[in-house]
Antibody
Framework: EVQLLESGGGLVQPGGSLRLSCAAS????????MNWVRQAPGKGLEWVSA????????YYADSVKGRFIISRDNSKNTLFLQLNSLRAEDTAVYYC??????????????WGQGTLVTVSS | SYVVTQPPSVSVAPGQTARLTCGGN??????VHWYQQKPGQAPVVVVY???DRPSGIPERISGSNSGNTATLTIGRVEAGDEADYYC??????????FGGGTKLTVL
């Protein structure tokens, strides 16, 4: 059974940093690209970042480029998101989601339950 | 950047058909995915690549995509279908783009 479990969220002051983790199980982690998607309270989904299975290719939304860093440790089946220079507008539930490629088309087939990041003084 | 637009809300009576739209410039040329999100839960894919359903998703849920509009159709709507629905596309400049979501209310 595929499972994704996020952790590392919490309350942080503006300008601070936080590192989120997503522990994966039930599949061969290193063969799947992974994503972070966030959802501000009462708002819609916003894709944040993606990382190839090998870790060689990274992608970021303009809203977080230069502040957030995505990485992974395939030996530990874990995806990370380093959040730096945090702003109030980064307050959200952060989900990790797995890429699934079918006939050359990618979608997100499994999501974790999310971890809440609150940026406030 | 590519923008996809969804109506904020759709209401339908039980047993009727709900049609949720996702608009974008020439979206018919893109692969559109639909996610259902119930309160306090993570999103779940209900349709991918325009019209394909993952295992476990009932046949009364279907998708189509043409021109500037993609549509998620939910037939014989049930109370359990009440949720937020998001469309998603890949764009070469914006990468992954989600619509703003539609709240489906079952009257």
């Amino acid at each position: 059974e595929v499972q994704l479990l996020e952790s590392g969220g919490g309350l942080v002051q503006p300008g601070g940093s936080l590192r989120l983790s997503c522990a994966a199980s039930g599949f061969t982690f290193g063969t799947y690209a992974m994503n972070w998607v966030r959802q501000a309270p009462g708002k819609g989904l916003e894709w944040v970042s993606a990382l190839s299975g090998s870790g060689d290719s990274t992608y970021y939304a303009d809203s977080v480029k230069g502040r957030f860093i995505i990485s992974r440790d395939n030996s530990k089946n874990t995806l990370f998101l380093q959040l730096n220079s945090l702003r109030a507008e980064d307050t959200a539930v952060y989900y990790c989601a797995r890429d699934r490629v079918i006939r050359g088309v990618t979608h997100f087939d499994f999501w974790g339950q999310g971890t809440l990041v609150t940026v406030s003084s | 950047s590519y923008v996809v637009t969804q109506p904020p809300s759709v209401s339908v009576a039980p047993g009727q058909t709900a049609r949720l739209t996702c608009g974008g410039n020439n979206i018919g040329s893109k692969s559109v995915h639909w996610y259902q999100q119930k309160p306090g839960q993570a999103p779940v894919v209900v349709v991918y690549d325009g019209s394909d359903r993952p295992s476990g998703i009932p046949e009364r849920i279907s998708g189509s995509n043409s021109g500037n509009t993609a549509t998620l159709t939910i037939g014989r709507v049930e109370a359990g279908d009440e949720a937020d629905y998001y469309c998603q596309v890949w764009d070469s400049t914006s990468y992954w783009v989600f619509g703003g979501g539609t709240k489906l209310t079952v009257l």
